[in-house]
């Protein structure tokens, strides 16, 4: 150990101008006023189905930012309120056919005559049945929403299937539609807890925490007390999507009704270290703790832990680790998932693989996510050879890659390569997921390479992968700021005939006049490029004029 702290002093040395926090801004939040349930909805609803149904642009739905920072998240946070895919029921071969006739009646002058049709089909509704084709039609609330009203009319309803409904409504931001149901989940005499807090999740997803304060003060308004779960529930939504800053204020605003106490604060630590790794602030938070007489526990060393690690920082890592042990908490496996990562990180394998040792000897056993700790870093240094290496490893231990080993290899591959990886993702049963194609097509558009970008757009085809408005707006900024106008337009027309809405940054991008499209940016390369032809030839011919003068001579 005393060597590992050797090294990383040197380390520290060496990248003091190097290793820096990295700062993150908090997204922006808009005040609105708090939305009362409203029929006028519904009806709005039911006057929509002549309308192409279509996925809102500003869907709030969890996005995951395909990077080291984000997967090596060492802790996860459990909420009450995640929403899985329906697995507990076999809805039978009537899935397909009611996805079908949904949207095929979805054209329909009004909700009764929709409702007519499904009646007339023949399917028969089934709790099972109706919870699965909400979630297959997450993506399009309005067909998940007529879904709903059918199992609703037949019965086929519960708790469960009004909180998937609560979900997808939340992901569109159509709240007050989610709390018209909320109202009848309340009118019906069921629990609306649970359907309270996917309404705090939803609302600090979209990046509103001050509604999702709002909706944690009127659960009291459903007889409902906002106790100690509760308030937990409130500030994990908050730090799980940036709200930090505000789940820190409310979390000592209340500390006299929820005295202050480790779990708390881990919960701000938890975001300050792995939402939006800032060192400055975690160490704020790790002294405020001191201030308040709260004793760090191994949770708190392990968040600090992971964000130190993040950030390449060697010895602070290793300092609380020793520190953690010290004081006679058991490190645990997120902990040396952490160290791994920062010693490949800072080309200390061999220490890495000492960890990993001793792993194996206090009795925790390295898992895929240790060994994929170790590949991202190469990966993202371009030392393949060596991430094969450690790949080679894995599968000797009976350890199979997983989504993120594939993700950690498209680091470092061409287009070749990343073809040959989407392959093996799918013959694995491992994706490629909607998020593996917006972190490809970011990276070969940040590198100016947009005809990669348009193959691989291509490809999403033959996954099944269907682009939202993120890939769109993606590629259609990455074509426009690589000079490739024509086919930005191209697409972002694409974009809007598929129901996406105008972004008004990506319409100014593209206001450029037509008759330079995608040809001003080429040109500007043409034209550099000749200039260094040009003094190629030059020093050619002055090279030579010496030679010549050195002859004569």
Known sequence: MMALFSLARRLQRIHSQIL????????ATVPSPFPSPSVHQLYLFSLAFHQTFFISSQTPVVTSNFSTLQSLSSQTLNYPFEITPPLNHDPGPQEPALLHLLKRVAHCSSETEAMASLD????????????????TLREEWRLAFLAFKWGEKWGSSGEKTYELMIWVLGNHRKFNMAWCLIRDLYRSSMDTRRAMFVMIDRYAAASDPCM????????EKFRMSPDEEAFSTLLKALCRYGNIEEAEEIMLVNKKLFPLDADGFNIILNGWCNVLVDV????RVWREMSEYCIIPNATSYTHMISCFSKVGNLFDSLRLYDEMKKRGWDPGIEVYNSLVYVLARENCLNEA???LKKMKKSGLPPDS?????MIRPL?????????RNILSIMKEENLSPTMETYHAFLHSVGIEGTLEILDCMKAGSLGPTGDTFLFILGKFLKVEQPEHALKIWAEMKRFEVLPDSRHYIILVKGLATSGWLVKAREYYDEMRSCGFLDDPKLKKLLEEPKQHSGSMRQRGRIEIKRSKQLNERKGKKSGQKKKVNADKR
């Open 20 to 27: 820096s926090p990295f700062f993150l801004q908090h997204p």
């Open 353 to 355: 693989y000492n960890i």
């Open 379 to 387: 990966c993202e240094s371009e030392k393949v050879e060596e991430a």
């Open 369 to 373: 996510a240790t060994y994929n700790a």
């Open 280 to 283: 400055i602030e975690a160490k």
């Open 120 to 135: 007339e089909s023949g399917i028969k509704a089934t709790l099972g049945l109706v919870c699965s084709v909400i979630w």
């Open 212 to 219: 999702a304060i709002q909706t944690f003060h009127t659960m």
